[in-house]
């Protein structure tokens, strides 16, 4: 997870909306995605964003993409203790039969 | 259910002993990649399958790894001469080459521990 950086940790209220953040260094990454990881589970496919786009919503979930910056952003609006889990940002690189790089992850504590 | 499985969920092993985990990817997936995740970090690529083809291997697959997708369906990862390092969560992914955004479906993970 060398090239993708997440920070750690996020705590926010329930109800509140949460922003996790991420950034990325290869500038041919093609698709960006976020995954959830709960306790001894694999990974949830969240959404994803095609690397031309700079915007995808899909219900309660906001994904912003700032191509110059290299900086991904997953909103999660009226955060609910079952959003409460490890959430990971991925790239998918051209050529590189899209294996994904992934951070380490944000843990989301959601506290009443 | 027609998610991605693995078997076993968890394997505990003597070091130096042989173990095979076994994936079995979404029915009509072409594409299958394992990674490996250990405590506190993201997954990490280690080989990845078109079909029966295995068209890439990380430099994190040492020689005592060995993964094999005989008829293009379910794939085996074998780890050999176990050793205290290999202990990890093992995913399996698979994907569609024609979906458009090449969505990656795990598995639940077979988790290993050596002792």
């Known amino acids: 997870g060398e090239d993708v950086e997440q920070s750690l940790f996020l705590s926010v209220r329930e109800g509140d909306s949460s922003v996790i953040n991420c950034t990325y260094t290869d500038s041919s990454s093609t698709y960006l995605y976020w995954y959830k990881q709960e306790p001894g589970a694999g990974l949830q496919l969240l959404t994803y964003?095609?690397?031309?786009?700079d915007m995808k919503q899909d219900q309660r979930l906001t994904v912003l993409l700032n191509k110059k910056d290299k900086h991904l952003s997953l909103r999660i609006a009226d955060t609910q203790t079952g959003d409460s889990a490890i959430y990971f940002c991925a790239e998918s690189r051209t050529g590189g039969y899209n294996k994904l790089i992934f951070g380490a992850g944000t843990r989301l504590a959601v506290h009443p | 259910d027609t998610g991605v499985s693995q078997d076993p969920r968890h394997k505990i092993t003597k070091r130096g002993q042989n173990v095979t985990f076994r994936c079995d990817p979404i029915s009509e997936h072409n594409r299958l990649y394992w990674y490996r995740q250990t405590l506190g970090q993201g997954p990490e690529f280690l080989t990845y399958?078109?079909?029966?083809?295995?068209?890439?291997k990380s430099r994190l697959l040492s020689d005592r790894f060995s993964a094999e997708r005989p008829k293009g369906s379910f794939s085996t990862l074998e780890i050999q001469r176990t050793e205290q390092g290999d202990s990890a969560m093992y995913l399996c992914?698979?994907?569609?080459?024609?979906?458009?955004?090449?969505?990656?479906?795990f598995g639940p993970g077979t988790r290993l521990t050596v002792l």
């Open positions: 992914a698979s994907s569609l080459s024609v979906a458009s955004g090449n969505e990656q479906f």
């Open positions: 964003i095609f690397s031309n786009m």
């Open positions: 399958f078109q079909n029966e083809a295995q068209l890439e």
